[in-house]
């Protein structure tokens, strides 16, 4: 039992390329979310999944696209990367109103 | 105002004191909330549920007062693997489960 798996770990972009980022769950969870931290910013919704084949935006949803085809995978999408999108990325799944499980995180640097 | 706050710290406290923090809340329709706890460059994992009644781990305790709108962490003992970030999570089940983090208490506990 994996739990929630985050790839790649590490990635350098320069501007204007695109990434994307993998989160992968093995426990059977409804609920995904994708989460970028900065300094003194805490946790800040980027997009959600409250199941299969759907997805909503959060609170910082510009710049980012998502997909979520298989219940297990829920996907982030850079498609012009920008240096203010330099950050840690991390994925959190759970199954109602319960704890967040957390992937082990994304460092993304773009150039 | 933001809809979670906490004093950013750092609290430098010595191994075996006592050291509490406290987080408010704006949203009074809040369901769940939730202490997490987050080393340096890890992902965030929990560390206790808060419930009304107030409820103890070990050497934690965690409180709600809904009339004033926070919650605390008590730590007692305090341990050098007690340094981290302490994480204040507040959900409003708007029927999508929207956690709020609050950007975080820093703990450094000092031999």
């Known amino acids: 039992n994996a739990g929630v798996t985050q790839t790649p770990k590490f990635r350098v972009l320069k501007t204007g390329q695109s990434m994307t980022l993998l989160c992968a769950q093995d426990m059977n969870h409804e609920y995904m979310y994708w989460y970028r931290q900065d300094p003194g910013m805490g946790l800040r919704l980027i997009h959600y999944s409250v199941g299969e084949g759907t997805t909503a935006k959060g609170e910082v949803p510009d710049g980012y696209n998502v997909s979520r085809l298989k219940k297990q995978n829920f996907l982030l999408g850079l498609e012009s990367a920008a240096p203010s999108q330099t950050s840690v990325y991390f994925c959190?799944?759970?199954?109602?109103?319960?704890?967040?499980?957390f992937g082990p995180g994304t460092r993304l640097t773009v150039t | 105002r933001k809809e979670v706050e906490q004093d950013p710290g750092p609290f430098n406290v010595p191994e075996g004191a006592t050291v509490a923090f406290n987080c408010t809340y704006s949203n009074s329709a809040s369901q769940s909330f939730f202490w997490y706890r987050q080393d340096c460059r890890k992902e965030p994992k929990l560390l206790m549920s808060v419930y009304s009644s107030g409820n103890e781990d070990g050497r934690f305790t965690a409180q709600l007062n809904r009339a004033s709108q926070y919650i605390s962490l008590l730590i007692r003992d305090s341990k050098l693997s007690d340094s981290a970030t302490y994480l204040c999570?507040?959900?409003?089940?708007?029927?999508?489960?929207?956690?709020?983090f609050g950007t975080g208490t820093r703990l450094k506990v000092l031999a």
């Open positions: 999570v507040v959900i409003a089940t708007s029927g999508t489960y929207k956690y709020i």
């Open positions: 959190a799944s759970h199954k109602g109103g319960l704890e967040q499980y």
